[in-house]
T-cell receptor, first 116, second 110 residues
Framework: KAGVTQTPRYLIKTRGQQVTLSCSPI?????VSWYQQTPGQGLQFLFE???????NKGNFPGRFSGRQFSNSRSEMNVSTLELGDSALYLC???FGQGSPLNEKLFFGSGTQLSVL | GIQVEQSPPDLILQEGANSTLRCNFS?????LQWFHQNPWGQLINLFY???GTKQNGRLSATTVATERYSLLYISSSQTTDSGVYFC????????????FGKGTKLTVNP
């Protein structure tokens, strides 16, 4: 059974650009969560999707957005990139039948975004 | 929201040694998860342990929810155990997010 797949693995962008990251969950998982990891702030929750609907959102500006497709694959988009957006972006999946907090989360290897 | 604190922040061991990592949380929780982040960045779920004790090979975890802490035990450590260990708990207040501690960086030397 394939794990959570994130693409691309590395991205280099410049300030002001926008970027789209992709996440394919484990087969059968319908909940996808996104987290940002930085050395200073650690792991912070961005948002969670289930059945193509955003169920939960963290405290990030509107430049951070996401969506989920009918096959449960998810994308997140960051517009007008800032230097501080440089981070490892991790996505996690779970079955999502109840609260994602009551299920084991399975993470992908992440996308390392560098903003120059 | 909940505060999650881990100790120690750094730990260096010789191969074969045992270790205990601690996670304290500021509020009662009904879910506590331990993760290992390998050098390539991937977070591996080690335990989903809201209470009690679980074992998986050389690793075991205990959560004492009433006293708001969880422990991760690593026995007979191997170099492949190196990495950062995180614990995470629900954010509370109706938030459906996990709040992560800052992690314990473990280095196991041969």
């Amino acid at each position: 059974k394939a794990g959570v797949t994130q693409t691309p693995r590395y991205l280099i962008k410049t300030r002001g650009q926008q970027v789209t990251l992709s996440c394919s969950p484990i087969s059968g998982h319908r909940s996808v969560s996104w987290y940002q990891q930085t050395p200073g702030q650690g792991l912070q929750f961005l948002f969670e999707y289930f059945s193509e609907t955003q169920r939960n959102k963290g405290n990030f500006p509107g430049r951070f957005s996401g969506r989920q497709f009918s096959n449960s694959r998810s994308e997140m988009n960051v517009s007008t990139l800032e230097l501080g957006d440089s981070a490892l972006y991790l996505c996690a999946s779970s079955f999502g039948q109840g609260s994602p907090l009551n299920e084991k989360l399975f993470f992908g290897s992440g996308t390392q975004l560098s903003v120059l | 929201g909940i505060q999650v604190e881990q100790s120690p922040p750094d730990l260096i061991l010789q191969e074969g040694a045992n270790s205990t990592l601690r996670c304290n949380f500021s509020d009662s929780v009904n879910n506590l998860q331990w993760f290992h982040q390998n050098p390539w960045g991937q977070l591996i779920n080690l335990f989903y342990i809201p209470s009690g004790t679980k074992q998986n090979g050389r690793l075991s975890a205990t959560t004492v929810a009433t006293e708001r802490y969880s422990l991760l035990y690593i026995s007979s450590s191997q170099t492949t155990d190196s990495g950062v260990y995180f614990c995470a708990a629900p954010g509370g207040g109706g938030s459906e997010k996990l709040v992560f501690g800052k992690g314990t960086k473990l280095t196991v030397n041969p």
